[in-house]
Every structure is written in C-alpha cells, then in structure tokens.
C-alpha cells in the first residue's frame, strides 16, 4: 500500500427534510451520525472499509458515493485527487428518508475540505453549491453541513440557507420500518401542480412550523400540516400513512420524514415522545425501530489527525 499522506476525521448527522409542509426547503440535523476516517494516499489506490448500518448495501469500488464526492471536490479546483483509504463506521439508515445520500455527499466534501486544507480553502458558499449540485436540492445537505434547523432555497441559481436554533422544548423521534423507499420513486407519485388553496396552505404552516420550532413547541401540531406531498404519496406507502394518521389522531405532530418511509414526531417534551413510542408499538406491532433523538446543533465536523490539528464545524 501507498504511504499515507494525510488523515482526516469526519462526522455528518442524518437530516430529516419538509417537516410536514416545508417541502424542499425545511431540513433537521438529527443525532444520529455516520463517521469516515479518511487519508490521502502517494499511490493511486483506492481502499474503502465500511462498517455499520447498511454496510452490505455500500459500494466499495470506484462507484462508491463518498470517493466520487471527494474525486468532485478536488475536480471543482482544477486537481486530480490522490489515491484515498476510505473507512466508515455508519449509524445513519439508507433509504429511509433520513438524509443519508447527502450525508454520504458532505462526507466526501469535509473530508476533501480537510485533505486540501492549507492548499484550498472551501468557504462554507463553496460546500453548500457543490453539495447541492450532487444531491440535486439544498433541503438535507443544508442542515447535515450547518446543524440545526435550516430554510434553504435558490437564488440566481445559487443555493442559500438560513440556519436557525430550534427551541429546547422540541423532542425528536422517529420511527423507521425495515423497507425503503426511494426518492425517486416517492417524487415520480406528485402532481406537477397545485391549487392556489394548497399553496396558500402550506405558505401558512411552513411559517407558522418556523416559529413552532423556534419559539412555540405546542404549535407544532397545526405547523406540521400539509397538502402537498404526504397525502399523495400515501398510496406508495401505506403502513407509513396509517403511522402518521395514528399518531396525529392522539394529537402528536407526526410527519412523513423526508421522502419516507420513516416517521418523525417533533414531540414537545421528552415525556410526550415516550407516549408518541407507545402508539407506534401498538400500531406496528413492534416492528419499526424507535429513535430517540436530539437536534444536531453543530452540523458536519472534520478534524486533522495530524497532532495538534483542531476541530472545524459547518
């Protein structure tokens, strides 16, 4: 094996997109987080070693989406990258609408910022535009790169974002079943187009969940309604539906996290999300995991382990 030229340190939490009526343009950071160690080899070999949730699913070879994040990176520079030992130990559950393309997309962008460091200095503008054009839209790579809880949106083609601190009261948890869903085919199931009535809707609700997350946790069950996409892709998941509608009828502020299948219940108080768990034993039988988690407040971290190297946060 090729010498090992430098070494960085990754951590990227999963995200959570839409909340219920912020469709593509309101993102969590979640406590639950993949963690890469990755070096920069002489050669040009490419080792990669993954551990974790999902492991079996990960590509190891050329195609894997971390390497070609970095190999982008450094083509976005005018560089070639060098040959790269990839290790991952991953927390964060694939296909399950908990961000985890994009986390493997801010992966590869911190590892590559933190590789080049001293040599190429990716500002925070820089990772969220490259970001973005991998993934296709801001709304998770937004909030795994800065934490908290961002508004993203595009001006002048450029991707933007507001991070904002969420309220100490709010309570995640969500429920992930053993299916997955993907993202396209959760989109293929939207209509091109929406009633005035709906739009106006979920221009409400998206800023009144703003400051539910904010300011005011016992808005969060009126703030999480929505008319623009869980309703009609219901039929493509069902028991994901019924999860939410159960949920909501004994007045918890239930979403469809991200694309699905997964739930997330933004829950106001610890208290309240054990309650929220016992629903979604009953009605699941069991079956789906329950994840007690915390708003992630730093977003992606990298870290030199060359000695003496500090932490850097998103």
Known sequence: MSRIVRTVEVRVPATSANLGPGFDTLGLALSVYDELTVSSLEGDELEISVEG???AEIAT???NLVARTIRFAYESVG?????????ANNAIPHGRGLGSSGSAVVSGLLAAKG???GRVEFTDTDLLRLATELEGHPDNVAPALFGGLTIAWTEND???HKKLLVHRGVAPVVFVP???MSTSTARSVLDPAVSREDAVFNVSRS???????TQSPDLLMSATEDRLHQGRRAAAMPETDGLVRALRAEGFAAVVSGAGP???VLADGPGKRLEAAAVAEERTGGSWQALMLAVDFLGGTVKQSAEGASAHNF
């Open 262 to 264: 997964s739930v997330l």
């Open 158 to 160: 450029r991707p933007m």
């Open 79 to 87: 560089l070639i990258a060098p040959g790269l030992k990839i290790e």
């Open 115 to 117: 590789l080049l460091e």
């Open 178 to 180: 053993d299916r997955t």
């Open 61 to 63: 070879d050329e195609s």
């Open 53 to 55: 949730t999902g492991a």
């Open 207 to 213: 800023a009144l969940l703003i400051a539910a997350l």
